[in-house]
């Protein structure tokens, strides 16, 4: 039997295997996907639906695996060994910086597949309410903290440069940690009316069955212009979005004109004796970077926001907030790009996570039995044996195992 998309949607309907718990799900996303190419007859409905279901899923699909491999690397404890004080408080912004990232990826992920569809569902797609509840609610708080996380990351980077003195006294791992966890509260504060409009309710559909929707708490006459609209319609953005991207516009200029002094800043520290680091250019650079995407990919999408495209301009502002959405995605998805291009320190300890792991599972089937032995200087190191390894100055030892208590093993490591 050849299955299509149509009879596999059929299949999964069956109740024979209602048992399976991912059916209702995959149903849906064929449905989903059905649906999304028989209603795209249209040029513009076409460009619209491609942008939503297929561009952005895509992006976020990357920007899971990217951010997933930021905190694999940023975590690792090669590659915060050889960092001082200050760069390790930078590597914890960025490894909230890429949590945050993540948790705005997986939550856009979901959003063109669980939000089309009825309004009121069974009790068995209860899920499906609960994100369309809450899933634009964590959307705008992740998307709030990650910006003001870029804004303390660029603040940090600011006192770096213009008060190189005085930052180790001000700036720290614990108060990195503190500030971190005080705009994740603020933004969740401040999002705190997205998550409380609705609540799901119980209805009864024409067949007397139970079915569940999506109610407005505070429904009114004049609920288009009351408070809470107004808040989340004008006040929000300008919290979440443009005070940020103002202040990391400012940071952005003074930290490039900072990069450029920097030789003025490392004579003064070299005449008091301070030691100078190189990864806090680098780090800085990166910011600069980081931040210059953020003001080109969030800001159409924010001021889009406050023009309600979708009443102005018809379908043709569905496809340019569907841009604009798509280029806000891409500014959360690829900073992993980002740091294996300008970060060295950050890919040398990918290709060690990636060439170790390789390198251990190869030792581990037995192919390390090619490596030389070299017997040296047997009347002073009685049975001392060396494993030649890329770099023979570069030796790395292990574990002693029963009967080599007259020897010393070492075995290869990654050379970066």
Not at 149 to 175: D, S, T
Not at 311 to 332: L, Y
Request: proline share 5%; net charge positive.
């Amino acid at each position: 039997m050849n299955y299509n998309v149509s009879n596999l949607a059929q299949l999964l309907r069956d109740p024979s295997n209602s048992s399976l718990p991912w059916v209702p799900v995959c149903t849906m996303l064929i449905d989903q996907i059905l649906s999304g190419f028989s209603n795209s007859s249209t040029p513009e409905r076409g460009t619209s639906f491609s942008w939503e279901n297929i561009f952005i899923p895509l992006i976020c699909f990357f920007g899971i695996s990217g951010n997933t491999l930021n905190l694999i690397v940023l975590t690792k404890k090669r590659m915060n060994n050889p960092q001082r004080r200050l760069e390790k408080a930078a590597s914890v912004g960025l490894t909230a910086l890429a949590f945050s990232d993540l948790l705005f990826s997986a939550c856009v992920f979901l959003y063109p597949f669980f939000t089309t569809g009825d309004a009121a569902v069974k009790s068995n797609q209860l899920y499906l309410l609960y994100y369309r509840l809450y899933g634009i609610s964590a959307i705008n708080l992740f998307l709030m903290t990650s910006a003001w996380l870029i804004v303390e990351l660029a603040l940090e980077r600011y006192i770096v440069l213009y008060f190189p003195l005085r930052a180790k006294c001000v700036l720290g791992i614990r108060r990195t940690k503190a500030v971190i966890v005080s705009i994740f509260l603020a933004s969740l504060l401040a999002t705190l009316p997205y998550f409380l409009k609705g609540k799901v309710v119980e209805c009864q559909d024409l067949d007397g069955n139970t079915m569940y929707q999506i109610q407005q708490r505070w429904q009114s006459p004049t609920t288009k212009n009351n408070m809470l609209t107004m808040y989340m319609r004008w006040v929000w953005p300008f919290i979440a979005a443009f005070i940020p991207l103002t202040l990391l516009f400012f940071c952005n200029v003074r930290l490039i004109q900072g990069l450029r002094r920097v030789p003025t800043n490392t004579k003064k520290l070299r005449s008091k004796g301070q030691p100078i680091s190189a990864a806090n250019n680098r780090i800085t650079l990166t910011l600069i970077v980081i931040v210059f995407m953020s003001l080109i990919l969030v800001t159409p999408s924010e001021i889009l926001r406050l023009l309600n495209p979708y009443d102005m301009w018809g379908e043709p502002g569905h496809i340019a907030a569907s841009v604009a959405n798509a280029m806000q995605t891409i500014n959360f998805a690829f900073n992993f790009i980002l740091y294996c291009t300008l970060d060295v320190h950050f890919r040398r300890v990918f290709k060690h996570i990636i060439l170790g792991h390789c390198i251990k599972k190869s030792r581990n089937r037995g192919y390390g039995s090619d490596i030389m032995v070299l017997h040296i200087n047997q009347t002073s190191y009685p049975g001392l044996r060396l494993r030649i390894c890329l770099r023979p100055s570069e030796l790395k030892p292990c574990d002693f195992n029963e009967g080599q208590s007259q020897e010393v093993c070492c075995v290869p490591h990654v050379i970066l």
